[in-house]
């Protein structure tokens, strides 16, 4: 049996930079929030409160993550050998529930609004819309550059979070759209944009769903025709199967039986590092088991 130790470079760093996109991203969405609130509650507009609420769970993601990826990065022990790293997985999948708590909030207070339970105006100001351009923009630049961080890292929390954002962006422009139809006389308008809030909110609750349960239930990363393909372009290599896989991009274990031709142990031993070379060169780093047999024909 062999083990391809996955690849160190780059692993103290990588806690680091997503820390450090984390702590950006939380001044900028902290400042974005309460610019959102001061907002909403001078012009008494529940759609732009509900997008402040929407915020706010972006500045508590911010604070999850920072702690999480710090546990995220510990080295395996006994009682985590495969390492911890699913504790971001773990972590991007609470974003969701704090997304669906949050939309269900808004469509309790936009209910309230329609059946007259909360009979408030909306009062929109110069400064009510020029506060929500400026988070608009804000939150732009927070997606964009989360987003990117995140894919170049590999972050799950990261990608997942730039998702959130990346609803906010929607959210807020739904709303300005809304706030200039208020001043039109529509004033039913912003209850009923608050149910348009909650329903994006809800999808992007919905897509980091989809992405984290297969991790978590370990579903396959790739494909066993896929890594086959790769394992028998090398050398001695007569034929693989069992072969198995799990994790994510960044941080894959994979396993597989594999059938070589007659040869001493010094021999099979590189085999096995070429398979190991090439899976790392194709897919990037991984930890890969290895059960080496011999071909039988012979």
């Keep these: 049996m062999k083990e391809l130790r996955r690849a160190t470079v780059g692993k103290d760093s990588y806690g680091r930079e997503v820390r450090g996109v984390l702590m950006l991203t939380l001044a900028l969405n902290l400042a974005v929030v309460a610019g959102k609130l001061v907002a909403g509650f001078r012009a008494g507009s529940l759609s732009v409160i509900s997008d402040a609420m929407h915020s706010s769970a972006d500045s508590l993601n911010n604070l999850v993550g920072l702690v999480i990826i710090r546990l995220a990065q510990a080295a395996p022990d006994e009682e985590h050998p495969y390492g911890h790293h699913k504790f971001e997985t773990v972590a991007t999948f609470a974003i969701a529930g704090f997304l669906l708590v949050t939309a269900f909030e808004v469509v309790v207070g936009a209910t309230k609004r329609l059946l007259g339970w909360s009979s408030s105006e909306v009062e929109v100001t110069t400064l009510t819309v020029g506060?929500?351009?400026?988070?608009?923009?804000?939150?732009?630049?927070?997606?964009?550059?989360?987003?990117?961080?995140?894919?170049?890292?590999?972050?799950?929390?990261?990608?997942?979070?730039?998702?959130?954002?990346?609803?906010?962006?929607?959210?807020?422009?739904?709303?300005?759209?809304?706030?200039?139809?208020?001043?039109?006389?529509?004033?039913?308008?912003?209850?009923?944009?608050?149910?348009?809030?909650?329903?994006?909110?809800?999808?992007?609750?919905?897509?980091?769903?989809?992405?984290?349960?297969?991790?978590?239930?370990?579903?396959?990363?790739?494909?066993?025709?896929?890594?086959?393909?790769?394992?028998?372009?090398?050398?001695?290599?007569?034929?693989?199967?069992?072969?198995?896989?799990?994790?994510?991009?960044?941080?894959?274990?994979?396993?597989?039986?594999?059938?070589?031709?007659?040869?001493?142990?010094?021999?099979?031993?590189?085999?096995?590092?070429?398979?190991?070379?090439?899976?790392?060169?194709?897919?990037?780093?991984?930890?890969?088991?290895?059960?080496?047999?011999?071909?039988?024909?012979y």
């Design 131 to 297: 506060v929500m351009v400026v988070t608009l923009m804000v939150n732009i630049f927070v997606w964009s550059y989360e987003s990117r961080r995140g894919k170049a890292l590999n972050s799950s929390f990261l990608i997942a979070d730039s998702k959130h954002t990346l609803s906010d962006i929607f959210v807020s422009l739904s709303i300005l759209i809304g706030l200039v139809l208020v001043r039109l006389g529509m004033v039913h308008i912003d209850p009923i944009l608050a149910f348009v809030v909650a329903g994006v909110i809800t999808y992007a609750a919905y897509q980091i769903f989809a992405s984290t349960i297969p991790v978590l239930v370990d579903s396959a990363p790739l494909s066993s025709e896929y890594i086959a393909k790769i394992v028998r372009e090398t050398t001695g290599v007569e034929s693989v199967h069992e072969i198995k896989s799990r994790g994510v991009p960044g941080r894959i274990f994979i396993s597989m039986h594999l059938v070589v031709t007659p040869t001493n142990t010094f021999e099979a031993h590189a085999v096995t590092e070429e398979v190991e070379r090439r899976l790392a060169e194709k897919i990037g780093p991984c930890t890969v088991t290895i059960h080496v047999e011999p071909d039988e024909t």
